[in-house]
Every structure is written in C-alpha cells, then in structure tokens.
Nanobody
Framework: QVQLVESGGGSVQAGDSLRLSCAASGHSASSAAMAWFRQAPGKDRRFVASISWGGDDTHYEDSVKGRFTISRDNAKKTVYLQMNSLEPEDTAVYYC????????????????????WGQGTLVTVKA
C-alpha cells in the first residue's frame, strides 16, 4: 500500500512559478514509479509528467515540456513538480499517482496504469 498527499497548490499570476510536492508513505513507496496528472473543470484527468523510481527517467506531456520539471527524493519519499512560466491553461486540480514496479527505469503515463492516487491540490493561474 502507498498513501499519497499533495501540497503546494495555490493561486498565482500568469508567468509565476509554483512547486508541488507529493509525500508518499508505506513500505513500498520508494519502489514506485510516480506521475502527476491534472484535471481542469469539466475535462478528463490528463497526464502531466512521470518519473521512474530510480529518478533518472522522466516523461512529459508536450504542453509542459521546458516549463515543468518532475523530480524525486527517495530518502524523503517525496516527488516534486516544479512549474515555471505558468499559464491560465495550467489551471486544474493536480494529482499525484503511483505504480509499484520492480524496474527502476520504468515510468507510466496512463491513468489506468497507476494504482494509488492522492486527493489533489488546486492550482489557479490568473491572466
């Protein structure tokens, strides 16, 4: 079992930065591939970024490449999403997700591939 708790959301102006955190707990948390998804009002939950449990392999949705960076600190069992140059279109509830895997280089980007989810943190970007 893995429990996930997101934090760091808030309301910012376009062009500002935010860093989201996802704290994981449970004895398997360090061997989980992690990802961030987001869900805007009235839209489906969509992939943002993912990272292998080894931390060396990452994958991003095209619209956030060059602006967002996913990273992790396995000693702290925490995954981060650094978001720069935020745009109003980034407004959404951001969810952290985990998938246990034996391969330190695997990452996943589909919602159905993740077994554990956090409760979400709201990010609002004003024009």
């Amino acid at each position: 079992q893995v429990q996930l708790v997101e934090s760091g959301g808030g309301s910012v102006q376009a062009g500002d930065s935010l860093r989201l955190s996802c704290a994981a707990s449970g004895h398997s948390a360090s061997s989980a591939a992690m990802a961030w998804f987001r869900q805007a009002p009235g839209k489906d939950r969509r992939f943002v970024a993912s990272i292998s449990w080894g931390g060396d392999d990452t994958h991003y949705e095209d619209s956030v490449k060059g602006r967002f960076t996913i990273s992790r600190d396995n000693a702290k069992k925490t995954v981060y999403l650094q978001m720069n140059s935020l745009e109003p279109e980034d407004t959404a509830v951001y969810y952290c997700a985990a998938r246990l895997t034996e391969n330190s280089r695997y990452y996943y980007w589909q919602t159905y591939e993740h077994d554990y989810w956090g409760q979400g943190t709201l990010v609002t970007v004003k024009a």
